[in-house]
């Protein structure tokens, strides 16, 4: 579980919130001008200066069995507002998603943040889905430099 504050596990565990938590999802693309921000609300909010447009959206988890798990992110299209960016963002590969928790009342105190890439982004009339992952980071070697004959052929 992650290390939320005091107050955030204390609100987590009551039954009836009257004050909800948001979870807000920003959208990063070097071909971007500005990154696609937005939250699963009922209405805009702002957190840290930035604006959230209040769009709902789902996650499904991993399923455990697969060799990398990815997560899968649907957010809801039916007014087409994101198409624009997406294909702006050549389809959106190569973008990364920041997620971040916070309460309604109190949207500039993070309580959770983290990031994972977006792989395979598709479009349809109702969604946009995207699969979400750390295969950039589980492809990286484990050492920088292996010294073998290609890379030193002297103390072979």
Sequence with gaps: ???????????????????????????????????????????????????????????????????????????VNVGRELMAPLEAAGGGVGATLRVRLVRRSLPDNIEMDFTVGMFNVTADPTAITAELGYDLLLDWPAIALRYDPATAPGIF
């Design 1 to 75: 579980m992650p290390n939320f504050s005091t107050g955030m596990q204390a609100h987590l565990q009551q039954v009836n919130r009257a004050d909800p938590e948001v979870i807000l999802l920003q959208i990063d693309h070097p071909d971007l001008a500005s990154p696609i921000r937005v939250c699963n609300d009922t209405a805009d909010l702002t957190s840290g200066g930035q604006l959230y447009a209040a769009m709902p959206f789902t996650f499904v988890l991993p399923d455990e069995g697969t060799q990398t798990p990815r997560a899968q992110l649907s957010i």
